[in-house]
Nanobody, 118 residues
Framework: QVQVVESGGGLVQPGGSLRLSCAASGRIFRLLTMGWYCQAPGKQRELAALISRGGSTNYADSVKGRFTISIENAKNMVYLQMNSLKPEDTAVYYC????????????WGQGTQVTVSS
């Protein structure tokens, strides 16, 4: 089994910052990517940022220039530095881990709530 646990969410004012952390543990074979997905109330879950084991990244247009994803391969941890937060960023943020040896599998955390409000 693979366990994925997020932390770092909370309530911040517009323009503030948060740093989300995601730790993957358990039977992880061949970690491929780790990413952050957000789901706002009444909305579909969508990709915010993705990073590969090699360090290549992809960002949603809505977060480019404001969010930065990083990975620590040795610890199987990924981080999301969130700056200049907007009320529109309010959502549950889920960590995704893609890993596999003979096949590729996706593992999800339970999510961490980010609320941007004055």
């Amino acid at each position: 089994q693979v366990q994925v646990v997020e932390s770092g969410g909370g309530l911040v004012q517009p323009g503030g910052s948060l740093r989300l952390s995601c730790a993957a543990s358990g039977r992880i074979f061949r970690l491929l990517t780790m990413g952050w997905y957000c789901q706002a109330p009444g909305k579909q879950r969508e990709l915010a940022a993705l990073i590969s084991r090699g360090g290549s990244t992809n960002y949603a247009d809505s977060v480019k220039g404001r969010f930065t994803i990083s990975i620590e391969n040795a610890k199987n941890m990924v981080y999301l530095q969130m700056n200049s937060l907007k009320p529109e960023d309010t959502a549950v943020y889920y960590c995704n881990v893609r890993a596999g040896l003979l096949s590729e599998n996706d593992y999800w955390g339970q999510g961490t709530q980010v609320t941007v409000s004055s």
